[in-house]
């Protein structure tokens, strides 16, 4: 029942904010449509595609049609008799001429149809660019919230380890070096807020740039989202789609075809041309010379062969080839630098998803031991082990894990979308699968609760007090079996309630002194919690988890169940046992 109240709040919450979130794959649609970079590479694909029209052009029949008009008057004296000239001729001449054999015009057609497909590939590059550039920009937006958030949440636990302090000092419980050392770490805060704030602006902004419209609250990553490898796991596999599918590479190769019919069509400047002319001609004279009238009119048709032999153009033909050569030579060069840097940075992006995933792992294990290790200081704290610097200690360990754990992830999966990109793989699919990673900030982190611990809308107060008492629960077992794997026997013994079951109807001084001497006689004890299972019910806990217990001696992994009871607003263990 109450996992089932759980699932409608969250999804009230879900819809409640899913107008105004955009997520990873609504942002990339509005950079679709409003980016610049992109637009003017759709441009230039236009452009290029006419390459192919003009290529043809040379290879198709030329058809002209002309004419002239002219008029002639005048007047001439012979032997003293004088004579006037009054013409006028008017004609027009169709004409036809299909090339037989011009090599430059088909090795230019060649070209045309290699520029489309250059055209096409580049548009194709900028498209996996523009999902790329648009990820890197929102998972920036993301992380740079993730680090204002912890600087704030630093600021507010600095803020009230502050307040502890003068308290402390005012009632002598506490010396000013603890006070002066808060209010230093205090007035850092704050400055390091202004610049966390100043960096999410730029990031911002920076996303703005390529959606063109103000980027609002964006979804982020779902609370525990387990990543995965590259598919298939083979580095060899992804360097070589790089070498031979990245579109750069393609594009290249397309640019030194083209350059290499380049010195073909040059060096046509020394071949012989043949052409099919036909023309049909109309000319009419009207008019008088020497006052005898004079009135033509002549039809002509011509149909044959015209054909040309180059012999000598001041050896231009033979400097343009000489070029053509050296820049297919460049084009080839530029060919190996394409597929070199493709597969360099299909290495870079393997190895970064990789080493990614590996310090999410670590980073996740360290989340968890930076919470035991504040419970373990917060109680120290309580109980006069611990001072006040140990407990900010141990709080700033926690933000920092915190936010370097989801950088790492966006890293990872921004990596992960680069490397696609490098084999020239990268769909819109591979964003939707990113995409679906993503929740909300309704249901985002922290089981639902805001820092201050007051439950997040539309979640109910009751529910969130049993959300919020598991997750208390939760935490005391970890920094439960964090003292005990530090031999901390004090902090240890500070778990246990005033009325605990001691094992054998042992005393409690009698057991408390065994437990002290098994810690003080220990060299090394790991105690980790697995699969931990919490049931509350009013002010009492019922734990249940897998124990993995490894010393000197002994390692053992046993299913445990631990009873808690709440005194004095902590949780403390009142029965221990093992078993279900």
Excluded: C
């Amino acid at each position: 029942m109450r996992k089932s109240l759980l699932a409608t709040l969250v999804t009230a919450a879900l819809l409640a904010q899913s107008a105004h979130a955009l997520d990873l794959l609504q942002v990339y649609r509005e950079a679709l449509a409003n980016d610049p970079v992109y637009a003017s590479a759709r441009y230039t694909l236009q452009a290029g595609q006419e390459a192919g029209v003009q290529g043809r052009a040379g290879l198709l029949p030329q058809i002209g049609l002309g004419g002239t008009y002219t008029r002639a008057d005048g007047e001439r004296e012979r032997a003293g008799v004088t004579s006037s000239l009054d013409s006028r001729t008017n004609s027009y001449r169709a004409s036809l001429t299909q090339p037989l054999f011009r090599w430059a015009n088909w090795q230019q057609y060649q070209q045309g149809k290699l520029s489309v497909a250059a055209s096409e590939a580049g548009f194709a590059q900028a498209q996996q660019d523009l999902i790329v550039r648009v990820s890197q920009a929102y998972f920036d937006v993301l992380a740079a919230q993730d680090a204002l958030a912890s600087v704030q949440a630093q600021k507010a636990a600095i803020t009230e380890q502050l307040a502890s302090a003068k308290r402390n000092f005012e009632v002598g419980t506490a010396t000013i070096t603890d006070t002066h050392e808060a209010q230093a770490r205090f007035d850092l805060a704050v400055a390091q807020e202004f610049a966390a704030q100043s960096d999410l602006d730029i990031k911002r902004a920076a996303l703005e740039q390529i959606i063109g419209k103000p980027a609002n609250d964006l979804a982020s990553l779902r609370p525990g989202v387990q990543l995965t490898g590259p598919q298939p796991a083979q580095l060899e596999t992804w360097v070589d789609s790089a070498q031979n599918r990245n579109y750069r590479v393609i594009g290249q190769e397309f640019n030194r075809e083209i350059a290499q019919r380049e010195i073909s069509r040059l060096q046509a400047g020394h071949m012989p041309t043949v052409d099919l002319v036909a023309s049909r001609g109309h000319t009419k004279q009207r008019g008088s010379t020497l006052n005898i009238p004079d009135d033509t009119t002549s039809d002509t048709t011509t149909v044959g062969v015209e054909w040309n032999i180059p012999l000598f153009s001041g050896f231009s033909v033979t400097s343009q080839v000489r070029e053509a050569v050296a820049l297919s030579e460049r084009a080839r060069a530029d060919l190996e630098n394409a597929r070199r840097t493709a597969a360099q940075e299909a290495r870079q992006a393997f190895l970064g998803v990789n080493s990614g995933l590996a310090q999410v792992r670590a980073l996740e294990a360290a989340q968890i031991s930076s919470q035991s290790a504040l419970e373990s200081n917060r109680l120290g704290y309580e109980v006069g082990v611990r001072i006040n610097i140990d407990v900010l200690n141990a709080q700033q360990q926690l933000y920092v894990t915190r936010r370097d754990l989801s950088k790492a992830r966006y890293d990872t999966l921004v990596n992960s979308l680069r490397l696609k990109s490098a084999a020239g793989t990268l769909s819109e699919e591979d964003l939707t699968q990113v995409n679906a990673l993503l929740a909300p900030p309704s249901v985002m982190p922290n089981d639902l609760r805001s820092d201050s611990g007051k439950p997040r809308a539309p979640v109910q107060a009751a529910e969130a007090t049993l959300i919020n008492a598991e997750k208390q629960v939760l935490d005391v077992l970890h920094a439960w079996a964090a003292a005990w794997s530090a031999l901390d026997a004090q902090t240890y013994l500070g778990f246990y309630g005033k009325d605990f079951k001691t094992p054998q109807g042992q005393s409690r001084r009698a057991w408390e002194a065994q437990r002290k001497r098994i810690l003080s006689g220990s060299q090394r004890i790991t105690v980790k919690i697995d699969q931990p299972a919490v049931t509350i019910t009013g002010d009492t806990a019922t734990a249940r988890f897998r124990q993995i217990y490894s010393s000197d001696s002994h390692n053992e992994t046993s299913d445990k169940t631990l009873l808690l009871k709440k005194q004095d607003g902590k949780w403390r263990i009142i029965e221990e046992h093992s078993g279900g």
